[in-house]
């Protein structure tokens, strides 16, 4: 399409104060689309001190800390203000990231203007009461979520297992698909550094399961603790390595053995590098909607042992290049843990399959797909766009 005359609003209940996957991809989205000539204008909670600069220009939004999670902030909706900068933006199309309330209101400042709205889709919310024993709610926020998801024109997702969860609960009758990339600069084989292994206290011969990601319940950390400490009763050796930081840090550090190896909130080459170093990943998050981790191990030839969820089984080719396990099924995912632990060849081969799969996920093409689905839509509304030579 004509790049020039693409004006896209984003709106994000996190944009760039705590750095996640869905803001990762976010960010590259309007990196890729500022680098093609259109204009985009972010709209989301800001802090004095935010994880990492953010790519385009970012409107803050008014929010306040959520409770019992201060790192996170709370939309509390579209400020006079707020309303004003968007208006004199004129976007030719909304895009709302989070069900959040400043996304509400931007779907319904977008439909009083027949504006396209367009929903990308980055994590099950729905799942997240389970975590913190409030599983009984999850219909009454899946109801809330398909309420919202219906009022936008369509809905992307990441993964083609993501999207049939979404259509199996009725979000949307338009879903298309928003992959997500790898950076190959930084995740590849040839980044694992036995010196950093050794400074680490990783013996040449010992096996390190890792976890990668936000130290948060909803990533499956009792899971991921179970099953250390039944590979543990089985006598089978393994050390476990954990990349990443977050408010379960100590949850966690009192649940898994003595010798694990916590390397902390890691990026850039030292991210790769920390993933390299891991000779099978753990991961039994059922929240993901694409598994970045997954997809991040895989580039750097580590074998992943992951839910069959949404996060991990539109990546992983069942004893291909990883084994995926029913979530929540402790013995299951020891028994995966356990014969990768313990069959050196086996790693290797899944290892080098899995690599070889995620060289076909660049991000330029991926986001080329979101350009396709916005164009779609403004012609839907509008009328034809002109397509690029």
């Not at 999207?163 to 949307?172: I, K, P, S």
Request: overall charge neutral; proline content about 6%; hydrophobic content about 45%.
């Amino acid at each position: 399409m004509d790049m020039a005359s693409l004006r896209v609003a984003l709106f994000s209940g996190n944009y760039n104060y705590v750095r996640d996957g869905a803001n990762q991809a976010l960010n590259r989205l309007v990196d890729y689309l500022l680098r093609q000539g259109a204009a985009v204008r972010v709209y989301a909670p800001t802090v004095p001190q935010p994880a990492f600069e953010p790519k385009g220009d970012l409107v803050s939004v008014p929010s306040t800390a959520f409770p019992g999670r201060g790192e996170y902030r709370f939309p509390l909706g579209l400020s006079a203000a707020v309303r004003r900068d968007l208006a004199a933006f004129d976007p030719t199309i909304v895009h709302v990231a989070s069900p959040d309330i400043a996304c509400q209101q931007a779907v319904r400042w977008a439909r009083r203007r027949r504006l396209p709205v367009l929903a990308s889709v980055h994590t099950r919310f729905e799942t997240y009461p389970r975590y913190y024993h409030l599983g009984f709610i999850e219909p009454v926020v899946e109801s809330l979520l398909r309420r919202f998801y219906n009022r936008c024109d369509a809905l992307v997702a990441p993964s083609e297992g993501m999207a049939q969860v979404l259509r199996d609960q009725a979000m949307n009758g338009d879903i298309a698909l928003w992959q997500r990339g790898v950076d190959r600069a930084i995740f590849h084989p040839g980044a694992r550094d036995p010196a950093w292994r050794h400074a680490q206290g990783l013996a040449d011969d010992e096996v390190a399961v890792g976890f990668l990601g936000r130290l948060v319940m909803e990533k499956g950390l009792d899971v991921f603790a179970d099953t250390l400490a039944e590979i543990r009763q089985r006598g089978i050796a393994a050390r476990v390595l954990v990349v990443g930081e977050g408010p379960a840090h100590g949850w966690l550090a009192e649940h898994l053995p003595a010798d694990t190896i916590f390397a902390g909130f890691q990026k850039g080459p030292d991210l790769g590098r920390a993933v390299a170093a891991m000779d099978l990943l753990l991961n039994p998050s059922i929240t993901e909607t694409f598994g970045n981790v997954t997809l991040e191990a895989m580039a750097c030839g580590v074998p992943v042992v992951g839910a069959d969820a949404t996060g991990s089984n539109s990546l992983i080719v069942p004893g291909e290049t990883g084994v995926l396990v029913q979530p929540g099924d402790v013995a299951g995912f020891a028994d995966a843990v356990g014969r990768l632990v313990t069959d050196r060849q086996l790693r290797t081969r899944m290892g080098i399959a899995g690599e070889r799969r995620s060289a076909v996920y660049g991000w330029d093409a991926i986001n080329g797909a979101v350009v396709d689905t916005y164009a779609r839509l403004i012609a839907a509304h509008r009328g034809p766009v002109r397509r690029a030579a």
